[in-house]
Structure formats: structure tokens, C-alpha cells
């Protein structure tokens, strides 16, 4: 799996471009992540810049050094998400919700994520809409704004191609574009917010 981009750890401008972490959450032996992320970031615009932060590559501190009202110390991927005008994130659903793994990279920062926008991509024998479902609440909490148009993608494991590559029909390819482009939007909006508007105390 590769991202178009090196990591940068300054965030751009709100007129140089659009700056979107693709998170992939799975980090399972043999896992299926790496295989959707691919297929996301191929159908990002190109005037788009990635940086796929890949979960099972990531290690946080111990969870006994978080800091009381959220966030921690430092971490290594702290600086990829504050560069990061948006995310994709990229999710199983475990148990009817989404893995440890993600809600440790959630909880380890703080300010890293605020008024920003994410979109979700999940999957699982159902599609993984509880997961969704529950990754919006808690983003919430962390002021990430999420789109109305998500991806629940449904064993999608069925659907490889003779690369091994996800392979869906038209509907599911086109309504990752929706959820792409609703994305740039609040992308670009919330930039320039960030940059231009006072937020409420
Ligand atoms: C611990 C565990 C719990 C699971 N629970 C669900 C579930 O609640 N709903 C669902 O649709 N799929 C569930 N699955 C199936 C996963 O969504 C499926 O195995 C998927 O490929 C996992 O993603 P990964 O391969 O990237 O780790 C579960 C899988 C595991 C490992």
C-alpha cells in the first residue's frame, strides 16, 4: 500500500491545495484495510495531496500517558494529522462498532483533529453502519464535522478483481465520489474558517 505523498508536518495554506489523511484503521494480519484504502485513494483527484497514515505502521504511547482531558505527550503521527485539512477514514466494523486500534489514534490527540472534516469509509459482512454510526458521535466530540454521505461497503472481500484489487459496481464507485467531493467542500470551508473566523470558546 502506498500513499501519493511524503508526510509534511506543515499545514498548507487554505489557497495551496487540500491536504487529506486517509486513516486506515485495521490492523489485523491478512486484513482486508489495506485493500479498500487503495481503492479510496485511487479515486482521489489528483490536485488532491494523501497521506495514508496506516494504523498497523503506527505505534502510539501507552495509554498510562494520556493526558486527562484528551491527547497525550506527543505521538509520531500527531504532526501528519494537524497537517491534515480532512480525513478519510478508512474502517472495519468489530462487534458492531469500529477497532481499539482506531479509538486509540482518536483519544491520543487532541487539537490535532479540531474543525476539520472526515468522511468514513466502512465495511464488514454488513457494510459496517454501526461502526459509522458510532464514529460520528465520537468524532463529534473532537469538533470534526462529518459528511452526510458515507461508504458502507457490504463483504467486500466478494468483490476482488483478478489483481485483488475492490472492484465495485457504478453505484458504490459513484457514491464514493459523492462522499469525496463533499468532503473538498468542507474541506476547503473549514480552512479557511480555521484560518479566518475566531472559534467559540
Ligand atoms: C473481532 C471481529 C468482529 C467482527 N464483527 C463484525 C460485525 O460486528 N459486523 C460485521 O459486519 N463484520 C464483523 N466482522 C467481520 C469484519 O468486518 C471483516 O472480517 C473485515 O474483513 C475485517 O476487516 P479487516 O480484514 O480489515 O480487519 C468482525 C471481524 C472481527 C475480526
Known sequence: MT???????DRPAANLGVRIAVVSASVRKDRMGPVIADWVIAAMDESVEVDLIDLAE?????????????????????HRIAAADAFVIVTPEYNHSYPASL????????????????????????GGYAAIEHLRGVLAELHVVTTRRVMGLPAPWACLDEHQRY??????????????????????????????RPFPA
Open 103 to 126: 479509538k486509540r489514534l482518536i483519544d491520543w490527540h487532541y487539537g490535532e483533529w479540531s474543525r476539520k472534516p472526515a468522511t468514513i469509509v466502512a465495511y464488514g459482512v454488513h
Open 167 to 196: 472492484a465495485p459496481d457504478d453505484g458504490i464507485r459513484g457514491g464514493l465520489a459523492g462522499s469525496l467531493a463533499e468532503l473538498r467542500w468542507w474541506a476547503e470551508v473549514l480552512a479557511d474558517a480555521r484560518h479566518n
Open 58 to 78: 503506527t505505534t502510539l504511547p501507552d495509554d498510562s500517558l494520556l493526558y486527562p482531558g484528551g491527547g497525550g505527550t506527543t505521538s509520531d503521527v500527531a
Open 3 to 9: 500513499a501519493r505523498i511524503e508526510q509534511h508536518p
